[in-house]
DNA sequence: TTTATTTGACCCGC
DNA sequence: GCGGGTCAAATAAA
């Protein structure tokens, strides 16, 4: 397999950093756009919403194309399904197979009873929030060697009722600004319908195809904080299937166990309860706006069919949110 | 009363 | 044997 040399992932990365800028520059124009009261009459000024829309998608597809060129070279997937463009880098390990042949315990007796996760079939998120728009419930807490702040594990509330067998490990690890790594671990296989993005669309505007998301979670005790920038996504692989049975992921997030005054920096409202989002703090709500571009994966795009991508690699769990991206580039070269 | 979190115990993989 | 992931009883919160 060719690998594309220092310089040509340094073009690359240039040139995907310099689209997601712009993309996120219009997006943040779009946001001002349509913050305009309609009754003003000027939505556009000298650049119409549809045009900035565009330009966002222009902005995707470029990116993607971009990162395509390292999929090409085996370096990254990427997938865009559910709503979330997710990159991937590729599992280059060997994969082996587990012994399943192990005494099934009584339920008493099986606690602590698992097989150790493939970190290759997880993805890591590694955020200044937690928060990602699901229901999670936590079941443990560890200290683990060689860290300052112990890891929460966390599995999906709806493991019992629907069976979801999304899981996902948050940890600390960095105390000022405060930084958590997240690692998810298998697909959502519930219908969190609460959970998922209202998806604030005009009813006459002509960009309705371009489904922009400018919201990420419904409300719940524990999804009322703004998803803040998340400051750099990696992302590993598939291939090698090492869980019990946990196959499928998203991802999501829950702000339990860790420092919740850090979590209070980010308050957000209810797009469900108080309409469209007013301006938020740091700029975080353009970052969410960018973030929750991901919906244009049901857009063609140019030179890319999302739709194969989803299909294609539906067995990644792996997301990259679009604004994580630019974080996400140093990484892979 | 119900639901969520905490925490020690348990067991597996390395 | 150690470290890490999960269970489940106890406890807290809503």
Same mark, same amino acid.
């Given at each position: 397999m060719d690998l594309p040399n220092p310089q040509q992932l340094r073009t690359i990365q240039e040139t995907v950093i310099g689209k997601l800028l712009k993309g996120k520059e219009s997006a943040t124009q779009l946001v001002a756009l349509l913050k305009k &009261?309609? %009754?003003?009459? @000027?939505?556009?000024? %000298?650049?119409s919403a549809e045009e900035l829309a565009l330009q966002i998608s222009r902005s995707f597809s470029e990116s993607i194309s971009a990162f395509g060129s390292l999929e090409g070279n085996g370096i990254c997937q990427i997938v865009a399904a559910d709503g979330v463009v997710r990159v991937s880098s590729v599992d280059r390990g060997s994969s082996k197979t587990s012994d399943n042949g192990r005494k099934r315990l009584g339920v008493k007796d099986r606690r602590g009873c698992y097989r150790r996760r493939n970190v290759a079939q997880s993805s890591i998120i590694v955020s *200044?929030?937690?928060? #990602?728009?699901h229901a999670w419930r936590k079941y443990g807490q560890k200290e683990i060697l060689n860290t300052t702040y112990p890891r929460c594990y966390f599995r999906c509330t709806?493991?019992?009722?629907?069976? +979801?067998?999304a899981t996902k490990q948050v940890q600390r690890i960095k105390e000022e600004p405060v930084v958590y790594q997240t690692t998810y671990f298998g697909h959502?296989? +519930?219908? @969190?319908t609460l959970m998922r993005a209202p998806q604030i669309i005009s009813?006459?505007? &002509?960009? #309705?195809?371009? /489904?922009? %998301?400018?919201?990420?979670k419904a409300p719940t005790r524990q999804n009322l904080l703004l998803y803040p920038n998340r400051v750099m996504t990696t992302a590993t692989a598939t291939g090698n299937q090492e869980f019990k049975d946990e196959t499928q992921s998203d991802v999501s997030d829950n702000?339990? +166990? /860790?420092d919740s005054s850090t979590m209070l920096q980010n308050p957000t409202t209810n797009s469900e309860t108080s309409g469209p989002r007013s301006s938020n703090v740091n700029g975080a709500y353009h970052e969410e706006v960018v973030s929750g571009m991901? *919906?244009?994966?049901?857009t063609p795009l140019q030179g890319l069919d999302m739709e194969d991508f989803s299909t294609k690699f #539906?067995? /990644?769990d792996d997301h990259l949110l679009f604004g994580d991206m630019a974080g996400l580039l140093p990484a892979l070269s």
């Open positions: &009261p309609r %009754s003003s009459g @000027d939505r556009g000024g %000298s650049v *200044s929030t937690v928060e #990602d728009g709806h493991k019992h009722d629907q069976g +979801c067998k959502h296989t +519930c219908s @969190d009813d006459t505007d &002509p960009m #309705d195809s371009c /489904l922009l %998301s400018f919201e990420t702000k339990s +166990c /860790l991901h *919906s244009c994966s049901s #539906d067995d /990644l």
